[in-house]
């Protein structure tokens, strides 16, 4: 073991001779240090000029998937003409559209007659929102809706027929599908909510959904009209019905708007952060005072936030909602994670401090000044000698304040004493079991819900849509190459995928949309050749049963080079549910022998649930492997590698049990998080057990001693920053910020838990030991040690 110890000693005395040249480098020259990395930093925030946000819910789905794949193919092979044949199943992606849900305000049953005066109320006022293009000219809803045989398709306004009307008035509402007097049968749980059934007829039901869908091809006027759309929903008033809306991009919307709106407490941190680390490093030494070094700490870290979010602006890097968590991040480390101006600007400050300190200049007057003593035999006022006396301190207890004084006191006698021990061994084990049993448990999904405020209107309206309507979606069985329908062996595989699906527990087994069925029981059936066999077809298409297929079948000249075909799910809520229903039905598609994949718009969303666990996986075994490489250089001792790593995996199992006991669920919000915290994680463990190795004498005891000396109070202050630093989050809107705060909150006491409590007793039981002499290279470690917890300290 001791060959491990010559070669760490060796490893270390290089580095530290590189960093002693650096530094002597840097102090001989700490006003062109700061004033060069200063310009550097201004200039590369500059960028910060062409600083782009980009927002929505696209962020939140993986790039490359095979949902987005498919989506291409199907939008290649399927051109769809929103404005004259608009069928909802036939989009490729979620259309443009907004959407109402009307309500009872005594919360009595919408399905009577009478409440429909309100509902032409509504629907009159939303046909009469109207924008305004550049050039003055004015579109009402019905200008730009989408079209299906030139009448505007809103889903739901089947309500208004006459033939619903007269069930109505019967009380004959078949339910859960219903017959219009097209022949057409539809799902009426999409549209209607909240209904309670008797005679298999509804009896009551609580509200009522249109969907106002709008042309594709005209996207810029249809967006612009949805922006209308809401603003003049908000105005919208009547006495006997609430209603609820929302459009296509509102979750988009209301998401920026909830993370920008939190970015403005970022003020809040840095004025905290300015706080806490002046109070630490104050004191009543006029002279030794270290004010300036905490706030040249968050300084330094804001000119570095700036600089880096300048610099990507410049690469063309644009701001995403999620990154709006950097700032705290950052900021929330404070001194202790500055890195560049950590080693550059930071070192010229304390320089500048250092020699200021050295000439007994009072820290703020900079004029020279005397020791306490000699100022109260001048004769000079207690205001004088409390306000002005000071001399540079000579031990490190001397640096010291409170928070790294007293508090590692403490802990050094809890942790010194064998039944102690135990305890703390006993509860980690019992933390550890009850952490990795909630772990176990951990489930991915993303509620939506949580990405907007509870105040907006989007949450409102989805909170109540998922409550009470359907969440099915159409799922399409696509064929994406050219094949001769006429076979009956091409037939019995389209029909053997689609009974294999419509058997899946999750898909109706009364529904399907196959445009080869409905043909082949058309008049216009002609199976005698193939040209026969795609002009009947084509004839079909043209018939009232046909258009519904009208954008299912690509035909060119005799051959029919693609064609679909749908069926519907169930409603579906939990995340795991939606990406297992996905897989399950590829997997269908893929045991065809057609040449046959499918689709859904849904699907782009769910792909984050099928990756999610496995990229998670991924990337904390690359971190925690990691880990163990740069602790094998930087501390070749296998002891201390096993009980680093040992740690850091025992914290992340900690956070994610902890994650799940406090409501978080596993999405691409939280596995940012989780991926980030491997490094806080890491680094109060490396603290403790690296001031270990460094302590001179060969009793474990008094390594551990010493080591707390070391590392206990900056390992405090880093807690307690970092803490500061996202305390404010607490309070956020944002689930994107306020999740950030719980994980967080969560590392940073259990890291600081298992660098104070466990890993020092560990230490003290199995710890390497060696045979050394207290050197001089040694004594001079533990100097440099000394010296450089001051600085640490502003953490």
Known sequence: MLCF????????????????????????????????????DIVCGIGILKLKPESGIDQYVPTGSTAKKDQTIVNNLFIINTSANFFIQSLSDMGQYGEIIIEMKDGGSIMNYSNWKHLNDVYAFINNTSIEDTSGTKYLYPDLCAKLDDQCVVGGSFVFENKFILDLNTSKIAYPTYNLSTGQTIVLDNFIGDVKTAGGFISHASSIKFRFNLQGESFDLSRKWEEKFVERMSLFTNTYITV?????????????????????????????????????????NCVDNRYYLGLAGVLSTCLAILAAFGLVSACGAKFVDIVGIMPFLILGCAVLFCYLNYVTLYIGIMTINEKRVSNNLHWLTCCKTKPHQSLKADGKSKAWVLFCGGAPRKTREEVEGPIEKYPKRVIKKIIAKTPAKVIIIVLFIAYLGVTSWRASKFREDLDLRNL????????????????????????????????????????????????????????FDNFQLSWLDSYMESPEFDNTTLSNFTLGLQMFLNTTS????????????????????????????????????????????????????????NFIFYEQYVQIVPQT???????????????????????????????????????????????????SVTMIHIVMCVGFSVDFSAHICHAYVHCPGENRRFRVDTAMDMAGGPILNGALSSLIGIVVLASSQSYIFFSFFKVMAIVVVVGAMHALFLLPVLLSLI?????????????KTLKSFDNIQSKLSAN
Not at 18 to 39: L, N, S
Not at 563 to 591: C, E, G, P, T
Not at 767 to 779: L, M
């Open 546 to 601: 046909g258009t519904i297929f009208i954008n299912d079948v690509i035909i060119e000249g005799t051959s029919i080079i693609a064609s679909r075909f749908h069926v519907h799910s169930r409603s579906l809520i939990v995340s795991s549910d939606q990406a297992s229903l996905m897989n399950r039905l590829r997997d269908i598609a893929k045991s065809s022998p057609l040449p046959v994949f499918v689709f859904s718009p």
């Open 452 to 507: 907007v405020s509870k105040d907006s209107y989007y949450y409102k309206f989805y909170d109540t849509n998922i409550k009470r309507f359907s969440q099915g979606f159409f799922v399409s069985f696509n064929i994406r190459s050219e094949t001769d329908y006429r076979k009956a062996i091409n037939v019995g595989n389209i029909n053997s995928v689609l009974k294999k699906a419509k058997e899946d527990k999750d898909i």
């Open 767 to 779: 710890g390497p030991t060696y045979d050394t002499p207290v050197n001089n290279s040694a004594n």
């Open 5 to 40: 110890y010559k070669l760490h000693q060796r490893i270390d005395h290089k580095l530290g001779d590189v960093f002693e040249w650096y530094g002597k480098f840097i102090a001989r020259r700490p006003w062109k240090t700061v004033i060069i990395v200063c310009c550097i």
């Open 617 to 667: 996986i991924q990337t904390l075994v690359i971190a925690v492997s990691v880990v163990f490489l740069v602790t094998a250089v930087f501390m070749p001792l296998p002891v201390l590698i096993l009980l680093v790593t040992i740690s850091v995996s025992m914290i992340m199992v900690g956070v994610i049990g902890l994650m799940e006991i406090w409501g978080l669920t596993l999405s």
């Open 244 to 284: 609820k809306y929302s459009h296509s991009d509102s979750l988009s919307v209301e998401l920026s708007k909830n993370v920008t709106g939190d970015i403005s407490v970022f003020s809040v941190t840095f004025t905290l952060m300015i706080v806490f680390a002046c109070l630490a490093l104050m004191g009543t």
